[in-house]
């Protein structure tokens, strides 16, 4: 082949590239030489010192010119073989390619191409090997006429001979082979689009099996329902952000399972203390209801809180296990005094070694319970221990009689039990004080539990999950619960998100209070009275959503209670979001949320109310920025450098995250950030800001990395090596 006599990219001694058998040059080129405007045509490889049989000579001196002219350079091959492979697709060729790259020789751009070159070759590579795993349990259940195989070959079940084969053949432990033939018949056949995916190497392994574990409790078709909707984005997800949408998934497409699976394995709860090393213990409950568990995290960490603000010293995980144990022993917690401090003084003694009530100590020996020992619902007592009626079962925290709750009591049936409740410690709207033992400490803070709920599920008309904080994902009836108790406590915010069609948020608006009335709330004989008129007969699940929600609309939203009303006490919700959108927001008739029912409860109708307001701030602010020449009109911006609460929850809402594109972090608990520093004349507006947890807000600020948010809500962060990652708005829909 004639031509210049010039260096060009030398291949490793051996000779030809004979692997190439696919390798789209122009893809090639494009890869190495981005600038260049040659042409050249498909190609089988490279040989000996130039491009290879099927290259056009004109071609490959037309690229010899482009690198003459500047719009293109020659790279060594080693360098070169990072940004080839990245534009490959997983198969032999990018084997090839990576094994011609050398990491030493790359540059900081083509390091982080090799390194997900070689994720995307792992995840072939091990398709490839459970494929064949799959077609040998295939095999080996073909020939067992116990197990027999379908007109796919799929076995009917997993055969023990092939796990044995496998468990060999692998160096496998028989538990191990066992978990990976299953996990191989179910991508080839059950998953078959997950194992697509994994062959492609558009996700990996930990990533296929996360779907494959998430869907093995659905039928086939709800399986494959839940892999659709996950699919298209897992490879672009962590993998913690992919289990939570796979969760979310999962309960959209069966929320009826979804709620009896919650209900068995509650069933399965346990507490288990196990030694550790240093010889201390670990003691934990497990399959504890999600709600009470919840609560229960909540309240020790109010406490501990008061603790560390009364001067109790060491950090807040050792103030939280200390008043774990102290609310299990009903003893105050050892809390090791200052070592400037004056000694404590003892429990002073009575003639016979006791203790008197008022020195924090317990109960007399008899056994007896009075108001003075500080008896609490917590410590087990009821009015037939002598414990006063006003210290018994507050209507939030009881139980239907049906539940063992004595009627006197005055519990209001399942405003507090749901199904899969029962037999359960009740959950009260309020966290308490610490019990006797802890000096009655008041808890401290205000809120501890965020709830989003679809306006669909709080009314019982859809059955899509709601989400808590602490805990992510919920069931309807879960989240329907959490809000009847948010909705008994005035001082709870509410507030809605107007979602569009995609689910991004357009606009929040701030649910209106309602000025407390004047009386006593429902009397405990009147709730005692709707509970047996609600409870008989068999009801659907999504009536006892809707009725549950109204009811706790119509009697405690704006109402203090009795519990809301005794010192020291706090709120166990700060806050209930619930989400909207611009399409079930136009189908809503002025008088509520069917045609032909009747008008909504004055909590739902305030929750309508807002956010029809704030779906009017939405369009007249798209108008007005549609009409800017730059994209957005600053109606909403200001002159001072901290956002306003108005504008801090539109950003919170729209970004949902931390805008690092795999952090997970709440914006709620992130930085709110000037994309352009204030101080460089960057504005306080909706096109400016954005959520940042204080790691990756310091990130932003380092020399070599650089964000921009060319649309409001859009963030690109370019890395040192010259890399683009693209962030878009958080979606609100599962």
């Not at 071609?59 to 990245?86: K, N, Q, T």
């Not at 102290?326 to 809390?335: A, D, E, N, S």
């Not at 709440?666 to 954005?690: E, F, I, K």
Request: aromatic share 4%; net charge negative; with cysteine.
């Amino acid at each position: 082949m004639s031509g210049d006599d010039r260096d060009v990219p030398e291949l490793p001694a051996g000779g030809t590239l004979s692997w190439s058998w696919d390798l789209d040059l122009d893809a090639l080129l494009a890869a190495v030489a981005p600038d260049s405007q040659a042409t050249p045509a498909s190609g089988a490889g490279l040989v000996g010192q130039v491009p290879l049989d099927d290259l056009v000579e004109a071609e490959f001196a037309e690229y010899l010119e482009a690198v003459d002219a500047g719009r293109s350079s020659a790279i060594p091959l080693p360098a070169a073989a990072g940004m080839v492979a990245e534009s490959l697709p997983a198969s032999p060729d990018l084997a090839g390619w990576l094994g011609t790259a050398s990491p030493a020789s790359a540059d900081e751009r083509a390091l982080t191409g090799l390194a997900s070159s070689y994720r995307r070759l792992s995840s072939w590579a091990q398709a490839g090997e459970l494929a064949a795993v799959a077609h040998l349990a295939s095999r080996s259940a073909a020939a067992d006429g116990r197990i027999g195989v379908d007109d796919d070959g799929r076995p009917a079940s997993l055969p023990q001979e092939a796990c044995g084969q496998v468990s060999l053949a692998l160096t496998m432990s028989p538990g191990s082979a066992s978990w990976w033939a299953d996990l191989a018949v179910t991508l080839e056949w059950r998953l078959p689009a997950t194992g697509a995916a994994l062959r492609s190497g558009t996700i990996d392994l930990a990533r296929a099996r996360a779907i494959a574990e998430a869907t093995a409790v659905l039928d086939e078709g709800t399986a494959r329902a839940v892999e659709a909707r996950v699919l298209p984005r897992a490879g672009d997800q962590t993998l913690g952000r992919l289990r939570a949408a796979l969760r979310r998934a999962v309960i959209s497409e069966d929320p009826a399972g979804a709620d009896r699976r919650r209900e068995q394995a509650e069933q399965r709860a346990r507490v288990a203390l196990y030694p550790d090393a240093e010889g201390t213990a670990g003691l934990a409950g497990y399959s504890l209801p999600g709600i009470p568990a919840t609560a229960a995290m909540a309240r020790i960490t109010a406490l501990a809180e008061a603790r560390k603000a009364a001067g109790a010293a060491g950090g807040i995980d050792l103030l939280r296990s200390q008043v774990y144990l102290g609310l299990l022993l009903g003893t105050l917690p050892y809390i090791p005094p200052a070592p400037d401090s004056p000694p404590d003084d003892s429990c002073p003694s009575e003639p016979d070694g006791g203790c008197s009530p008022e020195d924090g100590c317990p109960p007399e020996p008899d056994g007896g319970c009075s108001p003075e020992d500080g008896c609490s619902p917590e410590d087990g007592c009821s009015p037939e221990d002598g414990c006063p009626p006003e210290d018994g079962c507050p209507p939030e925290d009881g139980c239907p009689p049906e539940d063992g709750c004595p009627s006197e009591d005055g519990c209001p049936s399942e405003d507090v039990c749901p199904p899969g409740l029962a037999g359960w410690p009740g959950v009260a709207a309020v966290v308490r004080p610490g019990p006797a033992a802890m000096g009655y400490l008041a808890p401290a803070g205000h809120g501890f539990l965020e709830l989003t709920v679809p306006w669909s599920t709080l009314t019982g008309s859809g059955s899509e999950p709601g989400s808590m904080s602490r805990l992510g994902a919920i069931t309807p009836v879960q989240a329907s619960y959490l809000a009847c108790l948010a909705a008994r406590d005035p001082e709870v915010d509410w507030r809605v998100i107007v979602a569009g069609t995609d689910g991004r948020a357009q606009a929040v608006g701030r649910v209106r209070r309602q000025p407390p009335r004047a009386g006593p709330r429902l009397s405990a004989s009147a709730s005692t009275s709707q509970c047996a008129d609600h409870c008989h007969g068999d009801y659907q699940r999504a009536n006892y959503q809707r009725a549950n929600y109204q009811r706790a609309g119509q009697q405690s939203v704006g109402q203090q209670s009795v519990d809301q009303q005794r010192a020291g006490q706090c709120s166990l919700v700060k806050r209930v979001t619930v989400m909207i959108t611009c399409d079930d927001l136009a189908a809503i008739p002025p008088t509520g949320h069917q045609a032909d029912g009747p008008s909504l409860p004055p909590g739902l109708a305030r929750v309508l109310a807002a956010a029809r307001r704030a779906a009017d701030r939405a369009v007249q602010k798209a108008a007005a920025d549609t009409a800017a020449t730059d994209g957005c009109a600053h109606t909403e911006a200001t002159d001072a450098y901290r956002p306003p609460p108005r504008l801090r929850e539109y950003i919170t809402a729209r970004d949902v995250t931390c805008r690092f594109p795999t952090c997970r972090r709440p914006a709620m608990r992130c930085d709110l950030d000037h994309t352009q520093p204030y101080d460089q004349g960057g504005r306080t507006c909706s096109c400016n800001l954005g959520a940042e947890c204080r790691l990756h807000h310091k990130l932003k600020q380092h020399a070599r990395w650089h964000l921009a948010q060319p649309a409001p809500g859009v963030f690109t962060w370019t890395t040192p090596a010259g890399r683009t990652y693209t962030t878009l708005p958080d979606s609100h829909v599962a």
